[in-house]
């Protein structure tokens, strides 16, 4: 029995040992139209880290020759069909200024921005690749107009800008959660300042208003006047462009407290709902709005 366990484990070892060894033979060879060949059923099968070994070898031996075109573009896209999105942007770069006129070149230009995309970083992280690849995909756009693959980079595109609103929402919100204040309306209206778009405008908006209130409210007696009159002038300024926003019950609740702390008279204030219960309250009034819509559909 131990002699046949240990023949059958030999056996194995003898041919995973040969799988190898013939990979790597092929690999170090100089046989262009066998490596050529293997390559390509390595890349229909879906072994593409293998592929992209063997037509990146093979790239040396069909320099300057008709297949040349064709290696290259194959080892690109075995890179990125295995994910290695760095290695196959490279590649398609490379591909794409040494053989403009191939008709594989349309295509590795669309894939190249599909890797700049895709290497991109979630909001929290560094946006600097996400700058690199929207400014690749704005040039391609605007030099291929009529390309086929102009609603897929268009989509990107808003996907992209979309992130960087958000990073720059969030970094501003964060001042808010650290009750600063003060810095925290700063932040919100240099958010809008450098993007009046963001499509976060409306929460934005809310945040300034609310910083300022708070802002006053914790403020010295001294300065709360002058405080809440800026208060003011946000409120005035949401209310104005967004009349029907989810936050206009808070905000005007909030109006009132301010309207009474600078010695006019107001209605009724909700003293006893605390922003929380606001929060909970624009919830439920949104998700309502949208089973609202869906029954509609």
Same mark, same amino acid.
């Given at each position: 029995m131990k002699?046949r366990?240990?023949?059958t484990?030999?056996?194995?070892?003898?041919m995973?040992?040969?799988?190898?060894?013939?990979?790597e033979?092929l690999?170090?060879?100089n046989?262009?139209?066998a490596?050529?060949? &293997?390559?390509?059923?390595?890349? =229909? =099968?879906?072994?593409?880290?293998?592929?992209?070994?063997?037509?990146?070898?093979l790239?040396?031996l069909?320099?300057?020759t008709?297949?040349?075109d064709?290696?290259?573009?194959?080892?690109?896209l075995?890179n990125? !069909?295995g994910?290695?999105?760095y290695?196959?942007d490279?590649?398609?770069?490379t591909?794409?200024?040494s053989? @403009?006129?191939? @008709?594989?070149?349309?295509?590795?230009?669309?894939?190249? $921005?599909?890797?700049? #995309?895709l290497?991109t970083?979630r909001?929290? $992280?560094?946006q600097? @690749?996400?700058?690199?690849?929207?400014n690749?995909?704005?040039?391609?756009?605007?030099?291929f @107009?009529s390309?086929?693959?102009?609603?897929?980079c268009?989509? +990107? $595109?808003v996907?992209?800008?979309e992130?960087?609103?958000k990073?720059?929402y969030?970094?501003a919100?964060l001042y808010?959660k +650290?009750?600063?204040?003060?810095a925290?309306?700063?932040?919100?209206? =240099?958010?809008?300042?450098?993007?009046?778009? =963001?499509?976060y405008?409306?929460?934005?908006?809310? #945040?300034?208003?609310?910083?300022s209130?708070? #802002?006053?409210h914790?403020?010295i007696p001294?300065?709360?006047?002058e405080?809440?009159?800026?208060f003011?002038d946000?409120? $005035?300024?949401?209310?104005g462009?967004?009349p029907?926003? !989810?936050?206009?019950?808070?905000?005007?609740?909030?109006?009132k407290? &301010?309207?009474k702390?600078?010695g006019?008279?107001?209605?009724?204030?909700?003293?006893?709902?605390?922003?929380?219960?606001?929060a909970?309250?624009?919830k439920k +009034? +949104?998700?309502?709005?949208k089973?609202a819509q869906?029954?509609?559909?």
């Amino acid at each position: 029995m131990k002699l046949r366990f240990f023949l059958t484990v030999l056996s194995a070892v003898v041919m995973l040992s040969s799988c190898k060894s013939q990979f790597e033979l092929l690999l170090n060879s100089n046989d262009a139209d066998a490596k050529y060949e &293997a390559a390509f059923e390595y890349f =229909n =099968n879906g072994k593409y880290s293998k592929a992209a070994s063997l037509f990146e070898s093979l790239a040396m031996l069909t320099d300057g020759t008709e297949r040349d075109d064709t290696v290259r573009y194959y080892w690109g896209l075995s890179n990125y !069909k295995g994910k290695d999105y760095y290695t196959a942007d490279t590649n398609f770069e490379t591909f794409v200024e040494s053989y @403009p006129r191939s @008709p594989f070149a349309s295509e590795a230009r669309y894939l190249r $921005l599909d890797c700049l #995309y895709l290497q991109t970083l979630r909001y929290e $992280l560094d946006q600097t @690749p996400t700058y690199k690849a929207m400014n690749a995909i704005s040039e391609y756009i605007l030099e291929f @107009p009529s390309s086929t693959h102009i609603k897929e980079c268009r989509d +990107m $595109l808003v996907e992209l800008g979309e992130r960087l609103d958000k990073k720059a929402y969030e970094s501003a919100r964060l001042y808010y959660k +650290m009750e600063d204040y003060l810095a925290s309306r700063i932040a919100f209206r =240099n958010v809008l300042k450098d993007d009046s778009e =963001n499509i976060y405008r409306e929460d934005i908006l809310y #945040y300034i208003a609310m910083s300022s209130y708070k #802002y006053a409210h914790n403020s010295i007696p001294s300065k709360q006047k002058e405080r809440y009159l800026t208060f003011v002038d946000d409120y $005035l300024n949401f209310i104005g462009e967004i009349p029907e926003s !989810k936050y206009r019950k808070e905000l005007d609740s909030v109006y009132k407290k &301010a309207q009474k702390a600078l010695g006019k008279r107001t209605g009724d204030v909700d003293d006893d709902m605390s922003e929380r219960d606001f929060a909970k309250e624009r919830k439920k +009034m +949104m998700k309502a709005a949208k089973k609202a819509q869906q029954e509609e559909k």
